[in-house]
């Protein structure tokens, strides 16, 4: 009870100072409807000969762009990119007296903001299917849909557990938000974020794939569009979980050892 | 003007101090940069293994949208990357300094920060820029470099019309970070060819946003697919856009009252 009413104040906070400036808030979303109608015609140019391109039909091209625009709004949170500027300003400070876990403080601050984010992404996904009449392509499969439903949720643990432990680079450089930058880009583009990943080259593909980031939303919507069967889906789910263990023992690391060197300097 | 200059010059110079002071940060931001771009190239080259025209423009053609897109977002960049600090020197009442010295406020704020790392990344983008019009055979043409040079030009004065309109807003409204992002977003329509997008959505991006204006016309201008009549409306757009700009400024000068100092 303790956990959910400590987590759940953090929760309702953040959600409150994401509608604090809804002008900011609204230029926000727009910016992501801008994303999402770019692919949405790249995808329908591409397939106005033959209907389809590079093994996927129109309406599983059209499902994974509005797809990555839920996805991306429920998944990639931007709250965990602040502990860079509070470690460097000496804000961290006040957290550490705080009676609960930084990382958690953090988590629930982050799906405060994407709560938002997501409510405001499927009214944008519903309102641009109907004014652009487009088909999508529904899962019936029952298995697929569940490993899909639990695919998300290790992919929401494991975009957290890699954004955290980049910003902890704040306690070894103050030029940590650099490191921030490159890697949001490498995560833009290996997750699936633009395009389906298996239309690169097999080589390129290779190795996209031997990093985390393709379990962050290319593949919970492979298996949504059952591009993955139930034993691929279940070997991708895996992955997901081996990498997230692997960044929360890191993040585990890196605090103990960042504690240590904090000086709070900034306060 | 020479005065300009060498404030500009100056500024620039205290920008780079600041680069090599943080190199860790700017050589990530460069690296990512790199990346970002390189990414892109390899969509548009894993789009042509399954496809030999997009939207009627063949790959290299394809190619010179992108790479003119990317031209005119790191020149803004590099040139007036100072705006992405006006909303802090807003909210923390630095703008008053900016105020009180002998240089025109919208100037100093623009051009305060001229990112050295963006001005470096311009060489690549320009060469491949001349490797790809030297593959397109219809564009072997002073004609056509000419024309590409000039909408390139009026494309820049569109966009610094829209920095500035941003710096208005944000004296307006102090928590309107997501404006100038919104513009960068809005840039990435020129990523591609325009006839992919329906015909009000063009007509949007061409009048209201006007991105295509921007990024596509000069291209367009370079492979003569465009009419006479467009090129006419870039040309009064561009100067009615800044003029636009410009009267915005003053009035959100008349608004701004400090927060604090």
């Not at chain 1, 910016?31 to 391109?53: C, D, P």
């Not at chain 1, 955290?164 to 680079?169: C, D, N, P, V």
Request: contains cysteine.
């Amino acid at each position: 009870m303790m956990l959910c009413g400590k987590y759940g104040a953090v929760f309702l906070i953040s959600w409150q100072r994401e509608l604090e400036y809804r002008f900011n808030f609204v230029l926000g979303r727009l910016r992501n409807i801008v994303t999402m109608l770019l692919l949405y015609f790249v995808w329908v140019s591409l397939t106005e000969k033959t209907g389809t391109f590079a093994g996927y039909s129109r309406a599983e091209l059209i499902t994974y762009v509005f797809g990555i625009n839920i996805l991306r709004s429920l998944i990639l949170g931007t709250q965990s990119k602040q502990v860079v500027v509070d470690i460097n300003e000496g804000m961290f400070s006040a957290y550490l007296v705080m009676p609960m876990s930084h990382v958690l403080r953090a988590f629930f601050s982050e799906l405060a903001q994407r709560s938002i984010s997501f409510l405001t992404a499927i009214a944008e996904v519903a309102l641009f299917a109907l004014l652009l009449g487009v088909t999508f392509f529904v899962q019936r499969d029952g298995l697929l849909a569940l490993l899909f439903l639990v695919s998300l949720a290790m992919a929401v643990a494991l975009f957290f557990a890699l954004s955290y432990l980049i910003s902890l680079l704040a306690f070894w450089s103050r030029e940590a938000l650099g490191p921030r930058f490159l890697f949001d880009w490498v995560l833009e583009f290996a997750s699936g974020a633009y395009f389906p990943l298996d239309i690169l080259p097999a080589s390129v593909l290779a190795l996209v794939k031997a990093l985390p980031f393709a379990g962050i939303m290319y593949l919970p919507l492979q298996i949504y569009l059952g591009r993955v069967g139930p034993g691929g889906a279940v070997t991708g789910i895996l992955l997901q979980l081996f990498w997230t263990g692997i960044t929360s023992l890191i993040i585990l690391v890196a605090w103990k050892r960042g504690l240590r060197r904090y000086t709070g300097e900034g306060m | 003007m020479r005065k300009y200059c060498r404030i500009w010059l100056q500024l620039t110079r205290l920008a780079i101090g600041t680069y090599f002071s943080n190199a860790l940060d700017y050589t990530s931001y460069f690296i990512g940069k790199l990346v970002r771009f390189g990414f892109f190239l390899v969509l548009i080259g894993s789009l042509f293994r399954f496809t030999d025209s997009l939207a009627g423009y063949t790959k290299h053609e394809a190619v010179l949208f992108f790479l003119t897109f990317n031209f005119i977002d790191v020149c803004s960049q590099a040139l007036f990357r100072g705006i992405y600090q006006f909303r802090r020197d807003i909210q923390l009442g630095n703008f008053d300094f900016v105020l009180s010295k002998p240089v025109d406020p919208l100037f100093y704020s623009l051009s305060r920060l001229t990112d050295i790392t963006d001005l470096v990344f311009l060489l690549p983008i320009v060469a491949l820029i001349s490797w790809t019009m030297n593959a397109i055979p219809a564009l072997h043409s002073l004609s056509s470099i000419l024309l590409y040079a000039g909408m390139l030009f009026l494309g820049m004065i569109i966009v610094l019309g829209i920095h500035i309109i941003s710096a208005s807003v944000t004296i307006w409204q102090v928590e309107s970070e997501n404006f100038i992002w919104l513009y960068r977003e809005a840039m990435t329509i020129g990523r591609f060819p325009p006839e992919i997008y329906a015909a009000p959505i063009q007509l949007i991006f061409t009048v209201v946003i006007p991105i295509i204006t921007i990024v596509a016309f000069p291209v367009k201008a370079a492979l003569q697919v465009i009419n006479g009549k467009w090129l006419a409306f870039a040309l009064i757009y561009a100067v009615l856009f800044l003029r636009l700009s410009l009267f915005l400024w003053g009035r959100a000068l008349k608004k701004y009252s400090s927060a604090s100092s």
